[in-house]
């Protein structure tokens, strides 16, 4: 080997004596622990774990969106939304109503019984 040359202890190409770092497997050559080349280094070792980090926190909340999603579109939730919905329907039609004053009662005591109803029936589930 030449005068001022060596090989780098980690993938034995040859480099500069003074070299701190291998021009062909950019390894850390001040390191005191030597490293296998097909072991990762430390700083790839830290970006591996924030990557884990990442993955790991994209992972809980599309977990977290698609057991909210289950649950808003089960039977009893659309059960649900229905009944809520055919009440202000009939709230709306209750103010909206145009008619004699006894034809509005008729109206909104249908709908009072209506919402009273979907509370009995829809009172059994949480």
Not at 94 to 116: M, Q
Request: aromatic share 6%; net charge neutral.
């Amino acid at each position: 080997m030449e005068a001022g040359k060596k090989s780098c202890p980690y993938c034995a190409e040859v480099i500069m004596t003074e070299a701190i770092l291998c021009k062909h497997c950019q390894s850390d050559l001040r390191q005191k622990i030597r490293i296998s080349p097909g072991w990762p280094r430390p700083s790839e070792r830290r970006s591996d774990l924030g990557s884990k980090i990442v993955a790991g926190i994209f992972i809980a909340i599309t977990l977290y969106v698609v057991f909210d999603f289950y649950v808003s579109n089960t039977s009893e939730n659309k059960e649900r939304t229905q009944a809520r919905e055919a009440a202000e329907r009939c709230r709306e039609e209750v103010d909206s109503y145009s008619g004699p004053e006894v034809g509005k009662n008729i109206v909104a005591d249908v709908c009072r019984k209506l919402e009273d109803e979907l509370r009995k029936s829809l009172s059994h589930s949480p």
